[in-house]
C-alpha cells in the first residue's frame, strides 16, 4: 500500500491527535510526514510523544499559523504547489502517514485547493472529523464534497467520546464507508498516556488499516461493530461505493505499465512492432504531463491539440465535478438538457450568420462527417442529386472516418482504402486551381472543404486570410457550398474562428478539439440559415437521420458552457497574443539558417520545416522527439516539420524551454 492521507472537517478536526494516536500503535509499519507546516510545527510534537516514529522533515515551515499560502506571502516566500508536495514525498521503506493542513477545501496555493493535493498524492484518504455535535452533518457534507471532488474517502475517524448512533448514521449515508471512533488520552499527552490510550483503541486502530488495505483480513468476530450498527465487512468489489481495497493491479509498481501495454493495447498511429514504449503519464497539470518514473514534460502539442487553457484548467474541473453531480449522461433525440442548448446560444453567437443550428457529435472526424452528409442532403432537398462531388485540398487532412479520409486523401494514411473512398478531388491551396476544379465539374460538386489559414496535420501549412477569401468567393461565385474544418484551429489562431480573420461565411463550420477545453471529447457541426432552411420541413423523409450515443454528452456540453464563458472574457486573447509574440521574437529568425526550409507562426502555433528527406515517415521526427524528451519537453514532429502549439497558460519559462528544444532539434545539438 502507497500509505494513508489524513484529512479533516475543520481545521481543528483532530487530524494530529490521530496521527499520534495511529503512529504510536503502528510506528512499526508507517512513517510519518507533514509535508507543509504552519505555526508550532507537528512533526516536532509527533518527534516528541512517539519517539519511536521516523518522522520525515516537511519540505516547507511558514512562521505564522495561518493558511499556508497566506503564511508564505507574509514571508514573501512561495508556497509549494500539489505537484511539488507529491515530488517531494520522501523515499521510504515503510508506508507514510501524510498529514495535511486544514481541509479538503482550505486554500492549498493561491488558486488551488488542497483537495488537489490529496488527488495528486493518490493514497486513500482518512476523514477526520470531531466527535460532538453536529458530527453527522459535518461529516457527511465533507464526504459528498470529497466524492464529488474525486477523491472519496476511505474511512472516518470520530475523535472523541464515542457516539454509536453517529457511526452509524454516517456508515448508512455513506454506502458503508468504514467509521472509526477513537477517544484521545484524557489528561496531558505524554508517550505514555498516548501508548495507554493506543493499546485500549488498538482493535479500532486495526480495523482502520484492514480496511485501507494494509494487510490482509484477519477473521474477526465483528460482534463489536454489529452492535453499534457499523457495516465494516469490505464491500463486494463493483457494489455501492467504492472498494476500500485498492484493486491489486492499482498496488503494483507502475514501472511494468509499458511492458503490459504492450500486451494489450493498440494505439493510434503507432506500429504495433518496432515502436518505442509509450510513456507512461499519471499526471498533468497546467502545462506539464507527470510521468511515472517521475519526470515532467512540457506539453507543447496540447496533447494533439485538444488541451486549451491548460490540463485540469480549475474552472474546468469544477464545472465537471459540479455537472456529474446532477446528470451524467442522456440520450439526445427527443430529450434536451440545459448545458446543450445554453452551449449552442453561446456558440452561435460568435459565427458570421443570424439564426442556423448546432448538431452535436463527438469528435471531429464525425463533425466532418456529418458537415459531409448535410452538404450532400442539402442538394438532394433542392433536387440536385448529382452533386456527389467534394473538393477538398492538398495537404489537408480532416479526420480518418470514410467521409473524411475522401475528402483528405493523403496517400500514405489512406492509400490503402482508396478502393473504397468516394469520389473527392483535391486542388492546390489556390483560387485559380479552384475556380478551374469547379469550372470543369460544373453541376456535380456539393462542397468545397477546407481547414482555414492552417492546414494541421498536412504539416502546418499556412495561407493568408486574403487566399481563404479568394478561395471561398470562387466558391460561392460556383454556387457550391464552403465547409469550413475549424476542428484544429478553432481558438488557436488568435481567435475564436480562423475563417473570421478574413471575413468570409461558411455555409458549415466543424470544430471539436479546444471545444470543451480539451478535457473531454465534444464536436458541433454549425450550419448556417441556408443550410437549415432545406430541412425545416415537416416531410418526416428529409429528417437528418444521424447521431451518436454520446450526441451532446451532458458532462462534455457543461466543460464547454464553462469553456465558453472564458472564451468570452478577452483574458484568452492576451495569453495567446503573448505565445505568438514570443514565436515571432524567438523562432522566426531560424528562417534561412541551413538545414531550415521554412518558418511559419500562426497565432499559438508555430512550425518549423526541416530540410529532410523522407516525408511523414522521415527519421528526423523521431529523434527530434527524443531530442526533446531529454530537454523535458514532449514534441511530435509531423515528419520534417517541428512545430509547438502549446496550451495557453503555458509559463515564459516553458516556452523558453520549448523554444529551446526546437532550436536544439534544427542544430541537432543535444
Ligand atoms: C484532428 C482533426 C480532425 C479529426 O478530429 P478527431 O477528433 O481526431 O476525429 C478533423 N479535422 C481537422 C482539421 C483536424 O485537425
New binding site residues.
Given amino acids: 500500500m502507497t500509505g494513508i492521507v489524513v484529512t479533516g472537517t475543520d481545521t481543528d478536526a483532530g487530524k494530529t491527535a490521530f496521527a499520534l494516536l495511529f503512529l504510536t500503535a503502528f510506528a512499526d509499519r508507517f512513517d510519518y510526514w507533514k509535508p507543509v507546516e504552519t505555526g508550532d510545527p507537528d512533526s516536532l510534537r509527533l518527534r516528541r510523544l512517539v519517539p519511536t516514529a521516523t518522522v520525515h522533515e516537511p519540505l516547507a515551515r511558514f512562521r505564522d499559523p495561518v493558511a499556508p499560502a497566506l503564511a508564505a506571502r507574509r514571508e514573501a516566500r512561495v508556497m509549494p504547489g500539489a505537484a511539488e508536495i507529491c515530488a517531494a514525498r520522501p523515499n521510504t521503506a515503510k508506508p507514510l502517514v501524510i498529514e495535511t493542513f486544514g481541509s479538503p477545501f482550505s486554500p492549498l496555493t493561491g488558486d488551488t485547493l488542497q483537495v488537489e493535493l490529496l488527488r495528486a498524492l493518490q493514497a486513500p484518504a482518512v476523514l477526520v472529523t470531531p466527535s460532538k455535535v453536529g458530527a453527522v452533518g459535518r461529516t457527511l457534507t465533507a464526504v459528498r464534497a470529497m466524492t464529488g471532488a474525486g477523491v472519496r474517502p476511505v474511512a472516518v475517524a470520530l475523535m472523541g467520546p464515542p457516539d454509536d448512533y453517529a457511526a452509524a448514521q454516517i456508515a448508512r449515508h455513506t454506502d458503508g464507508l468504514s467509521v472509526i471512533s477513537l477517544q484521545l488520552p484524557e489528561g496531558e499527552w505524554t508517550p505514555e498516556s498516548l501508548r495507554a490510550a493506543a493499546e485500549r483503541q488498538r482493535a479500532e486502530l486495526t480495523r482502520l488499516v484492514e480496511g485501507i488495505g494494509g494487510e490482509e483480513p484477519t477473521p474477526r468476530s465483528g460482534a463489536r461493530s454489529a452492535e453499534r450498527g457499523v457495516r465494516n465487512e469490505d464491500p463486494e468489489p463493483g457494489g455501492p461505493g467504492l472498494p476500500l481495497r485498492a484493486p491489486r493491479s492499482a498496488l503494483r509498481a507502475p514501472d511494468d505499465w509499458p511492458a503490459r501495454d504492450r500486451a494489450v493495447v493498440w494505439h493510434p498511429y503507432t506500429a504495433l512492432a518496432g515502436a518505442a514504449d509509450p510513456l507512461p503519464v499519471v499526471a498533468a497539470e497546467r502545462e506539464f504531463l507527470h510521468l511515472a518514473d517521475g519526470r515532467t514534460l512540457i506539453d507543447a502539442v496540447s496533447s494533439w ?1 485538444t488541451i486549451l487553457h491548460g490540463h485540469r484548467h480549475p474552472p474546468l474541473v469544477e464545472a465537471l465535478t459540479a455537472a456529474a453531480g446532477r446528470l451524467d449522461h442522456v440520450l439526445f433525440a427527443g430529450v434536451t438538457h440545459p448545458a446543450a442548448v445554453e452551449l449552442a446560444e453561446l456558440i452561435l453567437g460568435s459565427v458570421p450568420w443570424t439564426g442556423g443550428r448546432v448538431f452535436y457529435s463527438d ?3 464525425t463533425a ?1 462527417e456529418v458537415a459531409l452528409k448535410m452538404a450532400y442532403q442539402f442538394w438532394c432537398h433542392r433536387g440536385e442529386p448529382n452533386r456527389t462531388l467534394f473538393v477538398g485540398f492538398e495537404g489537408g ?4 472516418t470514410f467521409g ?1 479520409m475522401a475528402v483528405g486523401r493523403d496517400p500514405l494514411f489512406f492509400g490503402p482504402f482508396e478502393p473504397l473512398l468516394f469520389r473527392a478531388l483535391q486542388v492546390p491551396v489556390s483560387a485559380e486551381r479552384l475556380d478551374a476544379a469547379l469550372g470543369a465539374n460544373a453541376g456535380r460538386v456539393a462542397a468545397v472543404i477546407l ?1 482555414p489559414l492552417v492546414q ?2 498536412g504539416g502546418m501549412r499556412m495561407h493568408t486570410p486574403q487566399e481563404l477569401r479568394a478561395i471561398v468567393e470562387v466558391t460561392q461565385r460556383h454556387g457550391v457550398l464552403f465547409i469550413a ?1 475549424e ?2 484551429t478553432g481558438c488557436r489562431t488568435g481567435r475564436l474562428w480562423a475563417h473570421s480573420h478574413s471575413g468570409i461565411v461558411p455555409d458549415l463550420i ?1 470544430s ?2 479546444t471545444l470543451a477545453g480539451g478535457m473531454l471529447p465534444l ?1 458541433v457541426t454549425l450550419a448556417s440559415p441556408g443550410i437549415v432552411a432545406a430541412f425545416d420541413t415537416p416531410d418526416r423523409a428529409k429528417t437528418f437521420f444521424h447521431g451518436h450515443s454520446f450526441t451532446a454528452n451532458p458532462l462534455a456540453c457543461a466543460v464547454a458552457v464553462k469553456n465558453w464563458q472564458l472564451l468570452a472574457s478577452q483574458e484568452w486573447l492576451a495569453a495567446a497574443q503573448r505565445i505568438e509574440t514570443f514565436w515571432r521574437t524567438r523562432l522566426e529568425p531560424l528562417r534561412g539558417r541551413p538545414g531550415v526550409t521554412d518558418v511559419r507562426v500562426c497565432g499559438t502555433i508555430a512550425a518549423v520545416e526541416l530540410d529532410a528527406p523522407g516525408g511523414y515517415l522521415a527519421d528526423i521526427g523521431q529523434r527530434v522527439r527524443q531530442l526533446a524528451i531529454n530537454r523535458g519537453v514532449l514534441l511530435r514532429p509531423l515528419g520534417p516539420v517541428v512545430y509547438a502549439m502549446p496550451p495557453l497558460c503555458t509559463s515564459d519559462e516553458s516556452l523558453v524551454r520549448l523554444a529551446d528544444a526546437i532550436r536544439a532539434a534544427v542544430t541537432g545539438t543535444d
Fill in positions: 491539440w469528435n471531429g472526424s466532418v487532412y480532416h479526420g480518418d473524411a481547414e494541421g496535420a474544418d476542428v484544429m466543424c471539436a478539439k464536436a
